[in-house]
């Protein structure tokens, strides 16, 4: 099955399994990932219980004897884990409903997680031919489908397969100016108070941004794989239970983080595939509620990334990988509805979001000429023998003092200082367009080079237009809300926010396990009185009402 993020595929294995008999056995990518769902299941009164190695064998022993016990509903385990001959010994002595392959996309090689470990699963039919097996993933090209159902050897599979397009997620995708921080900064003036993740590209600029928020006035903590595991662990608990808004992480922070109201994902480099792009954006909104993710990028990071292929040994492979590149980069620099270009990279169809993308937005706006400032930065390049990278192409054009211009007599050029009425930060507006049109190219270490288009430029043969809101680097926004809207009392919502807290804290689990962030707006709104009107509320049923819905009701009527 494949269904995007917060589609609902945990619920169409967890509710076949609780009406049958037997147990079902999930295997899932990550510790984190099956210690969310062990504690939503448990949360629910559900028997649920992981096999991992960060239990100790007094723990992994009490589980086994709760699974041949026939006390446990659900056993999760890694493929790794799953793997091994003792694992299969206890599968074989259990009364297995069906097998449940969470990020099924990890199977493939042509996939974005690859893991070997994973390949292996293709053994469950071999020790299991009787028991059925189901696969889930939010992120799967028809190529990569096919993979999954031929290593995991299903005959005549069912195949369902949900709508890419999340309604209620606004795609914004920005040049990024300098190291970002500025621009990242206006993006959460929008988002006080909310809990978002900030994705970045290696582990020290996780650092160096957590700090930087820090000492501006923001809650963040940080998610990479050098962190200690304890630490990790600690990180993540602190993050869904609200304690911090921001989690600056890694890709490590990566699949089926399940935190429901999550209000914005950003990204401060491009990703390496839309895979990667679309599951780590998926993070956000998954209770329904409107969010907003942000991508700042510049063409610097297509050349980083690609530097990443040059240990890969396989050429098939490596071509693949390269091709991935390209496409993100293309997405970035579109000027097309964001959704659609993700719905037809997932072969799926959609004619236009409309309204929840940055480039929908902006689709009447006017568009700007740049012709002759095209001409100017591509015959500053020529007259500088292609050698040298942006910052010197626009200071050679804003007429720059640097010594280093002067040492090398460009300031003798016909083409200094003809440029000084664009701002520099325009100027790489403009570079960054002429690389999109490949009417100019990054050569090794970002020198900028000439295509051969450039000449129909230079020789006004042809013209060069950009949108103007891409020159215009404080936009004032522009976006429409398509979540459901309503008033609600804003200070009746924050002390139902501040009892969640409470609870969950109380209980050891995460905040949005017990009330959504939209359940308590609605609470916040209909102001319930008494336990009929309380479930009449959105997001409120019998269950919930028994555990959390009295001390609700109690803050609610005071």
């Keep these: 099955m494949i269904l995007p993020t917060g589609g609902g595929k945990s619920l169409v294995y967890q509710l076949p399994t609780l009406i049958k008999d037997g147990i079902s056995v999930v295997i899932s990518p990550l510790i984190a990932l099956m210690q969310d769902q062990v504690a939503a299941l448990q949360a629910q009164k559900i028997n649920a219980a992981m096999l991992s190695s960060a239990q100790t064998q007094d723990e992994c022993e009490t589980i086994v004897h709760l699974a041949k016990n026939g006390v446990l509903k ?9 793997n091994t001959h003792a694992t299969l010994e206890l599968l074989k002595s259990l009364n297995i409903n069906f097998f449940v392959v969470d990020e099924a996309h990890c199977i493939s090689a042509w996939g974005h997680e690859f893991r070997d470990d994973y390949r292996a699963l293709g053994n469950l039919k071999a020790h299991f031919p009787n028991t059925s097996i189901c696969a889930f993933t939010a992120t799967s090209t028809n190529l990569v489908t096919e993979d999954i159902l031929h290593e995991l050897r299903l005959e005549n599979p069912l195949l369902l397969k949900g709508k890419v397009f999340r309604k209620n997620i606004f795609v914004s995708v920005q040049r990024r100016l300098s190291n970002g921080y500025a621009q990242l900064k206006n993006f959460l003036q929008r988002h006080q108070n909310e809990s978002g993740i900030i994705y970045v590209s290696s582990r020290k600029k996780a650092e160096e941004l957590s700090a930087h928020l820090n000492m501006s006035g923001y809650s963040s903590l940080v998610y990479h794989a050098g962190l200690p595991q304890h630490i990790r662990e600690q990180n993540f608990k602190i993050f869904v239970n609200d304690k911090v808004n921001i989690m600056v992480a890694t890709i490590a922070f990566g699949m089926g983080i399940d935190k429901s109201d999550i ?55 490596k071509e693949h990988l390269d091709k991935k590149i390209d496409g993100i980069y293309k997405f970035a620099t579109s000027e097309l509805c964001f959704h659609v270009q993700l719905a037809n990279y997932f072969d799926d169809n959609l004619d236009e979001c409309k309204t929840q993308c940055e480039n929908c937005l902006n689709s009447d706006d006017a568009r700007k000429d ?36 002067l040492s090398n007599k460009a300031n003798e050029l016909s083409v200094y200082n003809i440029g000084s009425y664009i701002s520099k930060k325009e100027w790489f507006v403009i570079l960054e367009r002429l690389v999109e049109l490949k009417i100019i190219t990054m050569g090794e270490y970002s020198v900028l080079q000439l295509a051969p288009s450039a ?40 002390q139902l926010r501040e009892k969640r807290s409470e609870l969950a804290l109380e209980l050891g689990v995460p905040a949005y396990i017990i009330f959504s962030d939209k359940t308590l707006k609605h609470l916040a709104s209909l102001k319930p009185h008494d336990k009929i009107s309380m479930l009449e509320v959105n997001g409120v049923g019998e269950k919930k009402y028994e555990q959390y819905g009295e001390v609700f009701l109690e803050v609610i009527n005071n």
């Design 455 to 494: 000449v129909e430029i230079l020789k006004s043969q042809k013209s060069v237009d950009i949108k103007s809101s891409r020159l215009e680097i404080n936009t004032k926004e522009k976006r429409v809300k398509l979540a459901e809207d309503f008033d609600y009392d804003e200070e009746l919502f924050s």
């Design 263 to 317: 209000r914005f994902v950003a990204h401060m480099s491009l990703p390496k595939s839309l895979e990667n792009y679309y599951q780590e954006i998926g993070r956000a909104g998954r209770d329904g509620e409107e969010s907003e993710t942000l991508l700042l990028f510049n063409s610097a990071d297509i050349l980083q990334q690609k530097m990443f292929l040059n240990d890969i040994t396989n050429p098939e492979y």
């Design 74 to 82: 659900f056993l999760y385990l890694s493929p790794e884990r799953l």
């Design 370 to 405: 740049i012709t002759k400032e095209a001409q100017m930065a591509l015959s500053a390049i020529y007259k500088t023998q292609q050698s040298f990278g942006k910052n010197y192409i626009i200071d050679i054009l804003r007429g720059s003092k640097e010594q280093k211009l």
